[in-house]
């Protein structure tokens, strides 16, 4: 899937300023962005459920303002505010959904909601958000689409829910199924992922694969030493490149320091190498903190 210099208006306001990416086949490819960065008006013009303003995208290799139901039918989508019928039960309506963009294997819809835990004999209306949710999962995956489109899918999912459907997507991906997500939750796009899109203010901030994402991202330092001074630790910290937030205090004997790390360790290790340490902790990357990092700050607007 590609897109390229996608902009789109709504009225005065401008969704997207130019959005463009590539997407290989048969990966899994994420959108995160806070709320009204145009991750749902992406998913749309991509779908040809609104035109954009300006660009053009490419789906399975087809432009889809031109494509007719033969590529609906290999796209399986998942939308943010689902709307469904609510006088039928769930496996009448996904019968229904089957006819259209089928077809299904057999027992297929049953296996996908066994696995979610999903009543299909009860009402539509009946069905709590979360049930309902696992209802626009199945009709997403049930025909085995060469393409799912998810907006927001684990919304309402309880975390086991959210475990079945990350198994959903490793399963999709390792059968050469290409998924493209969005998501609030960092977590869920690091775990499914192979690259991630962040959007903001209707641009793409960054693309980068989620390693590549990790090995930038803020780890917590905290140390304790002794035989230094306060002034001496600061100053040996305080020129480490990558290195901010810094504090250094005394505690009885000992000096204590902590801070942000974002970049490479060695230089760390270097300068940590001839003190006398009896605490170190460098806390595991926190992912979450750089990307809220880039949904606000101006200045990382390049690609990582
Ligand atoms: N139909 C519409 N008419 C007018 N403005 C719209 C319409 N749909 C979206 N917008 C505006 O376009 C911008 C992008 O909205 P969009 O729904 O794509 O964001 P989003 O990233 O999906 O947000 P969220 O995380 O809240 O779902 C927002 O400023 C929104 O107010």
Same mark, same amino acid.
């Not at 053009?56 to 998942?78: N, Y």
């Not at 027992?107 to 626009?136: F, H, M, T, W, Y």
């Not at 306060?230 to 000096?255: F, I, P």
């Given at each position: 899937?590609?897109?390229?210099?996608?902009?789109?208006?709504?009225?005065?306001?401008?969704?997207?300023?130019?959005?463009?990416?590539?997407?290989?086949?048969?990966?899994?490819?994420?959108?995160?962005?806070?709320?009204?960065?145009?991750?749902?008006?992406?998913?749309?013009?991509?779908?040809?459920?609104?035109?954009?303003?300006?660009?053009?995208?490419?789906?399975?290799?087809?432009?889809?303002?031109?494509?007719?139901?033969?590529?609906?039918?290999?796209?399986?989508?998942?939308?943010?505010?689902?709307?469904?019928?609510?006088?039928?039960?769930?496996?009448?309506?996904?019968?229904?959904?089957?006819?259209?963009?089928?077809?299904?294997?057999?027992?297929?819809?049953?296996?996908?909601?066994?696995?979610?835990?999903?009543?299909?004999?009860?009402?539509?209306?009946?069905?709590?958000?979360?049930?309902?949710?696992?209802?626009?999962?199945?009709?997403?995956?049930?025909?085995?689409?060469?393409?799912?489109?998810?907006?927001?899918?684990?919304?309402?999912?309880?975390?086991?829910?959210?475990?079945?459907?990350?198994?959903?997507?490793?399963?999709?991906?390792?059968?050469?199924?290409?998924?493209?997500?969005?998501?609030?939750?960092?977590?869920?796009?690091?775990?499914?992922?192979?690259?991630?899109?962040?959007?903001?203010?209707?641009?793409?901030?960054?693309?980068?694969? @989620?390693?590549?994402?990790? *090995?930038?991202?803020?780890?917590? &330092?905290? !140390?304790?030493? $002794?035989?230094?001074?306060? =002034?001496? #630790?600061?100053?040996?910290?305080?020129?480490?490149?990558?290195?901010?937030?810094?504090?250094?205090?005394?505690?009885?004997?000992?000096?204590?320091?902590?801070?942000?790390?974002?970049?490479?360790?060695?230089?760390?290790?270097?300068?940590?190498?001839?003190?006398?340490?009896?605490?170190? @902790?460098?806390?595991?990357? *926190?992912?979450?903190?750089?990307? &809220?990092? !880039?949904?606000? $700050?101006?200045?990382?607007? =390049?690609? #990582?």
């Amino acid at each position: 899937m590609e897109a390229h210099q996608i902009t789109k208006k709504y009225g005065i306001t401008l969704a997207l300023k130019g959005v463009s990416f590539s997407m290989p086949r048969g990966s899994v490819f994420g959108v995160i962005g806070p709320n009204g960065a145009g991750k749902t008006t992406t998913m749309r013009t991509l779908l040809d459920i609104i035109r954009p303003t300006s660009g053009h995208a490419s789906v399975l290799g087809v432009d889809p303002r031109k494509a007719g139901p033969e590529l609906r039918r290999r796209i399986g989508f998942l939308p943010g505010e689902l709307i469904l019928d609510g006088r039928s039960t769930g496996r009448k309506l996904l019968q229904h959904y089957a006819d259209i963009s089928g077809p299904v294997t057999k027992g297929r819809i049953e296996e996908l909601a066994e696995r979610l835990g999903l009543d299909l004999s009860r009402p539509v209306r009946k069905l709590s958000k979360g049930n309902k949710q696992k209802l626009g999962i199945v009709q997403a995956f049930m025909h085995k689409p060469d393409l799912l489109v998810l907006d927001e899918p684990t919304s309402g999912l309880d975390p086991l829910m959210q475990q079945v459907f990350l198994d959903l997507v490793a399963e999709a991906r390792a059968a050469g199924q290409s998924v493209f997500l969005s998501s609030h939750v960092i977590s869920e796009i690091q775990q499914a992922a192979d690259e991630v899109a962040i959007l903001r203010d209707g641009k793409i901030v960054t693309i980068s694969s @989620v390693d590549k994402l990790r *090995d930038s991202a803020i780890r917590h &330092l905290r !140390l304790v030493a $002794s035989g230094i001074s306060v =002034a001496e #630790l600061r100053q040996r910290l305080d020129s480490l490149d990558g290195l901010d937030n810094l504090t250094v205090s005394s505690s009885g004997e000992d000096v204590e320091a902590t801070a942000t790390l974002e970049g490479s360790i060695p230089p760390l290790v270097q300068a940590l190498s001839t003190l006398s340490l009896s605490d170190l @902790v460098l806390e595991e990357p *926190d992912l979450e903190e750089s990307v &809220l990092k !880039l949904y606000s $700050s101006p200045s990382k607007e =390049a690609a #990582l």
